[in-house]
């Protein structure tokens, strides 16, 4: 059975930087996301990226400060978040499709990981 296992989460100040990183358990071999959830909200779409890497889609509010990436060989994905802000802050949660294509829908995502925090203070 494949797991993901997230870790990297932490405490930033607003305008710093975290990397998050998930690891599958077996071989990855479909598109990957990133999910969040804030207390009190509903868990939203932040990044998802094609199993070959080459699409690549974002959240509107993430869009050009955080990257996801990843390392098909280490069966790893990563989010990159630079300029953080307090609004950032939720649990955040990889997860994996079974599909090669990247989406945004998280209805296609069918295994997740634990989760993991970001807390951006102000």
């Known amino acids: 059975q494949v797991t993901l296992v997230e870790s990297g989460g932490g405490l930033v100040q607003a305008g710093g930087s975290v990397r998050l990183s998930c690891t599958a358990s077996g071989r990855a071999a479909y598109s990957m996301g990133w999910f969040r959830q804030a207390p009190g909200k509903e868990r939203e779409f932040v990044a998802a990226n094609s199993w070959g890497g080459a699409t690549s889609y974002y959240a509107d509010s993430v869009k050009g400060r955080f990257t996801i990436s990843r390392d098909n060989t280490k069966n790893t994905v990563f989010l990159q978040m630079n300029s953080l802000k307090p609004e950032d802050t939720a649990v955040y949660y990889c997860?994996?499709?079974?599909?090669?294509?990247?989406?945004?829908?998280?209805?296609?995502?069918?295994?997740w990981g634990q989760g993991t925090q970001v807390t951006v203070s102000s």
């Open positions: 997860a994996r499709t079974f599909k090669s294509w990247a989406t945004i829908n998280i209805e296609d995502y069918v295994l």
